[in-house]
């Protein structure tokens, strides 16, 4: 099967509103970067369905998919919507898509999960809402797509799963629902000390799951550090049916919700290192709040899946999409301006410390 990419117009222009770090776009970015660069041949983009509400109640409860799907076009939210389902509160807010947006994500992972069932590869930059709960929102995200992606690979036949993290934030919601379930695997890397403050070193989630706190200024190098040390030995002796990548581009370094400074060649270095590794291989996106940097990444992540050679400079119809971006407000410094003539990052590296070593040391004795 050739590699797919899944994508949605609903997207290009939704915003959670003026004030939130989501008012950029990002996958419409990354579609219009692709279709620039000639990436999608014949049959490779598909557009993402939208998940019924029957679906999403395979993990959320039916309380919370009635009251998100309420909320969509209300002004202001009922008691129990906020109290409750923690729907309209600041990093929560009600906006005009924002039922239909989440379940067009879910229905894209979905999608994925089928696509896959006899192989193949699959990337859903509009996928990746690591923090979703069962009865609420949770950091940005309405709608585990993570979570109801993985259920979808099982019930299409995949019983071991790896699901590897690397957005700048912990993936509690994923942690949640996979926690002691011995035929899922979870790694995920994220800065040590930011929201949701979960995820520490030793916290194992009764044996399956593997969590690294980084520092800042976590950088190239010790992303390569923790590819050869924790993610490849731990997913191939796995030997994993499926591999979920959750690819949050929080972790650039110009992005501005982290403060690590990965270039986007770590976030390729891990999607190339894994694909082999499993038959069934979906990339999700997640965090990414620099509207620049989030559609570079993931663009360059469709191309490395699919095989296409990333230019050194790009193409004018290429930059010409990085040049119509703007940060919709906040009063952000612009771009550097090599970031709208090219994909692919100049690599950073800042050397591998004790710090990580020590804990890479104690994962590796688990
Ligand atoms: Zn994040």
């Known amino acids: 099967m050739t590699p797919v990419f899944i994508g949605s117009e609903i997207y290009r222009h939704s915003s959670y509103g003026g004030a939130h770090p989501l008012r950029v776009p990002r996958v419409s970015t990354v579609i219009d970067l692709c279709r620039a660069l000639g990436w999608f041949d014949g049959g490779q983009y598909r557009t993402s369905p939208r998940a019924k509400p029957a679906a999403l109640t395979m993990w959320h409860t039916p309380e919370y998919v009635a009251a998100l799907m309420q909320a969509e076009g209300m002004a202001e939210p009922t008691p129990p919507m906020l109290q409750r389902h923690h729907l309209g509160t600041l990093s929560n807010p009600l906006f ?20 896959v069932q006899a192989g193949g590869v699959v990337h859903v930059p509009g996928g990746g809402t690591h923090h979703g709960l069962p009865d609420r929102a949770n950091g940005f995200c309405y709608l585990n797509d993570c979570v109801l992606g993985m259920l979808a690979l099982r019930h299409f036949g995949a019983r071991r799963i790896a699901y590897v993290d690397i957005d700048a934030h912990h993936c509690d919601g994923v942690q949640h629902a996979f926690a002691g379930d011995m035929d899922t695997l979870l790694i995920s890397v994220h800065e040590e000390g930011r929201w949701p403050f979960t995820g520490a070193l030793d916290d194992d989630g009764g044996g399956n799951c593997f969590n690294l706190p980084v520092a800042r200024g976590f950088a190239d190098d010790g992303m390569h550090a923790v590819l050869e040390r924790l993610i490849l030995p731990r997913v191939a002796a796995f030997r994993p049916d499926a591999i979920v990548l959750q690819c949050g581009a929080d972790a650039v370094e110009e992005d501005p919700l982290s403060r690590l400074c990965l270039s986007n060649n770590a976030h390729l270095g891990v999607v190339a290192a894994l694909r082999d590794l499993a038959p069934r291989y979906i990339v999700l996106g997640g965090g990414g709040y620099n509207p620049w940097t989030v559609g570079r990444c993931w663009a360059a992540i469709w191309a490395t899946l699919a095989g296409y050679e990333i230019p050194d400079r790009l193409p004018e119809g290429a930059s010409d999409v990085l040049r119509a971006l703007d940060w919709r407000g906040g009063g952000r410094a612009p771009p550097d301006p090599e970031l709208l003539v090219t994909l692919r990052d100049r690599p950073r590296l800042r050397g591998v410390d004790a710090v990580l070593r020590e804990r890479l040391d104690v994962l590796a004795r688990r």
């Open 96 to 115: 005009p898509e924002m039922f239909r947006r989440p379940a067009t994500g879910v229905g894209g992972v979905m999608l994925a999960a089928e696509l």
